[in-house]
């Protein structure tokens, strides 16, 4: 097969070098960074392009072996809401050619972009450099508008002709999970020989199920306390608030039960959500308490402290969060919603809930607090399944994609 040797990866709107669970970084940051690094490791070297955000920070910089980032100049250098990106589009097109210009030709193989902001940009540079375009969408417009929790907002139009108008123009199109694929090709037309379905993967690591004893000492949490753990943006989309009402529910119910939530991430721009007045209103200030978010090894203590993360989630292209937290040995509660349901295994490994109801949340809690038999066993197998994933695996089918998608570019006949 024709071999690739070097990928421009466009990650516009969050750096792999952003801290998760704060702003606009989020799985997609671990997924970006986790497999340009594993790629390089199969000699694939990667060079990520991502929007200066501030006025020191270097040209280019270095990820790991075989992986540099290139920090581009266009629009201020400051953090922007990923809403104002699309303005920017052609002066982030033009940044990326000024630096591809000082390249030698056919430095680059292929493009692959993450996130329909990258996309568009994507099409524009693939054009110019005649190279085939590679594009993970993350989550899409029209998934989100359907699935859009009461009073909130909806995607824009722009942003739905714009992914229309990736699908309609990348060479392929790749996937987290058969569920997503699905809703490339009914939503977009996308024509299922063009989509590439590639999990994504888990840093075994990292996450894992070592002394989760000493972890849940670590972080100060007694063998009695039934340990909630939250982790992620704080906005409605994932839904944090949902488990601040629930816990509020099952307490009102049940004012036995040891419960102590902890919510760990932070919010910016216009999704963000304030959960303190929502706590203080409730009178919840003793049982569920904010952090800001944590580096992978320390986010692994608090998934190993807990006796179960929850994901009420309103959509989610995969959720990493669900596998890092099985491989923690914790089972996951979570919305029956995306990649949720291939993410984890209903009854086995974790429970899935059918809506966003406190009081459906609070009882599905509820069960798991007063069967710790029952969590103990899908926490076990929890850790099992999660050695299925892994970013190396992830590395491996999305090179595959790139290979494919160069073959076929190379055989197209010319306009």
């Given at each position: 097969?024709t071999?690739?040797?070097?990928?421009?990866?466009?990650?516009?709107?969050?750096?792999?070098?952003?801290?998760?669970?704060?702003?606009?970084?989020?799985?997609?940051?671990?997924?970006?960074?986790?497999?340009?690094?594993?790629l390089?490791?199969?000699?694939i070297a990667?060079?990520?392009?991502t929007r200066?955000?501030?006025?020191?920070?270097p040209?280019?910089?270095?990820?790991?072996?075989?992986v540099?980032?290139?920090?581009?100049?266009?629009?201020?250098?400051?953090?922007?809401?990923?809403?104002?990106?699309?303005?920017?589009?052609?002066?982030?097109a033009?940044?990326?050619?000024d630096?591809?210009?000082?390249l030698?030709d056919?430095?680059f193989?292929i493009?692959?972009?993450?996130?329909?902001?990258?996309?568009?940009?994507g099409?524009?540079?693939?054009?110019?450099?005649?190279?085939?375009?590679?594009?993970?969408?993350?989550?899409?417009?029209?998934?989100k508008n359907?699935?859009?929790?009461?009073?909130?907002?909806?995607?824009?139009q722009?942003?739905?002709d714009?992914?229309?108008?990736?699908?309609?123009?990348?060479?392929?199109l790749?996937?987290?999970?058969?569920?997503?694929?699905?809703e490339l090709?009914?939503?977009?037309?996308?024509?299922?020989?063009?989509v590439d379905i590639?999990?994504?993967?888990?840093?075994?690591?990292?996450?894992?199920a070592?002394?989760?004893?000493g972890?849940?000492?670590?972080?100060?949490?007694?063998?009695?306390?039934?340990?909630?753990?939250?982790?992620?943006?704080?906005?409605?989309?994932k839904?944090?608030?949902?488990l601040?009402?629930?816990?509020a529910?099952?307490?009102a119910?049940r004012?036995d039960?040891?419960?102590?939530?902890?919510?760990?991430?932070?919010?910016?721009?216009?999704?963000?959500?304030?959960?303190?007045?929502?706590?203080?209103?409730?009178?919840?200030?003793?049982a569920?308490?904010?952090?800001?978010?944590?580096l992978?090894?320390?986010?692994?203590?608090?998934?190993?402290?807990?006796?179960v993360?929850?994901?009420?989630?309103?959509s989610?292209?995969?959720?990493?969060v669900?596998?890092?937290a099985?491989?923690?040995g914790?089972?996951?509660?979570?919305?029956?919603?995306?990649?949720?349901?291939?993410?984890?295994?209903?009854?086995?490994t974790?429970?899935?809930?059918d809506g966003h109801?406190?009081?459906?949340?609070?009882?599905?809690?509820?069960?798991?607090?007063?069967?710790?038999?029952?969590?103990?066993?899908?926490?076990?197998s929890?850790?099992?399944?999660?050695?299925a994933?892994?970013?190396?695996?992830t590395?491996l089918?999305?090179?595959?994609?790139y290979r494919?998608?160069?073959e076929?570019?190379?055989?197209?006949p010319?306009?």
């Amino acid at each position: 097969m024709t071999p690739v040797k070097r990928v421009a990866m466009l990650s516009l709107h969050t750096s792999p070098f952003d801290q998760p669970g704060g702003g606009d970084a989020g799985g997609m940051n671990v997924y970006v960074r986790s497999v340009a690094l594993e790629l390089a490791k199969v000699g694939i070297a990667v060079e990520v392009f991502t929007r200066a955000a501030a006025d020191d920070q270097p040209h280019t910089e270095e990820l790991g072996p075989g992986v540099i980032v290139r920090h581009i100049v266009a629009g201020p250098t400051r953090k922007v809401p990923k809403e104002v990106l699309p303005e920017l589009s052609d002066d982030i097109a033009d940044a990326i050619a000024d630096v591809t210009d000082l390249l030698a030709d056919g430095h680059f193989d292929i493009i692959h972009s993450h996130y329909w902001v990258s996309g568009i940009v994507g099409l524009t540079v693939a054009q110019a450099l005649n190279l085939p375009l590679v594009h993970s969408m993350h989550t899409m417009a029209k998934v989100k508008n359907l699935r859009l929790h009461a009073g909130g907002v909806p995607e824009p139009q722009t942003r739905v002709d714009g992914e229309q108008e990736i699908v309609n123009g990348a060479a392929r199109l790749i996937a987290n999970t058969s569920t997503e694929a699905a809703e490339l090709e009914s939503l977009y037309g996308a024509a299922a020989e063009r989509v590439d379905i590639v999990a994504p993967g888990v840093d075994l690591d990292t996450f894992n199920a070592t002394d989760r004893a000493g972890s849940r000492r670590k972080l100060g949490f007694s063998e009695d306390t039934f340990h909630v753990v939250f982790a992620g943006r704080i906005q409605k989309l994932k839904g944090p608030h949902v488990l601040v009402e629930a816990a509020a529910d099952l307490l009102a119910r049940r004012p036995d039960i040891p419960l102590q939530v902890s919510i760990i991430g932070s919010g910016s721009g216009p999704e963000a959500l304030e959960l303190q007045p929502l706590i203080n209103r409730l009178g919840l200030q003793d049982a569920v308490r904010l952090y800001p978010p944590v580096l992978p090894r320390q986010l692994a203590h608090w998934f190993r402290a807990a006796d179960v993360v929850a994901m009420p989630s309103y959509s989610e292209s995969f959720g990493l969060v669900a596998l890092e937290a099985q491989a923690c040995g914790t089972p996951v509660l979570a919305a029956n919603v995306g990649g949720l349901p291939q993410a984890i295994s209903n009854g086995r490994t974790g429970i899935l809930v059918d809506g966003h109801g406190a009081a459906l949340w609070s009882a599905a809690l509820e069960a798991l607090h007063d069967d710790a038999g029952m969590r103990r066993t899908l926490g076990t197998s929890a850790a099992v399944h999660s050695l299925a994933f892994g970013w190396q695996r992830t590395a491996l089918f999305t090179a595959q994609s790139y290979r494919t998608a160069v073959e076929q570019f190379e055989a197209a006949p010319a306009l």
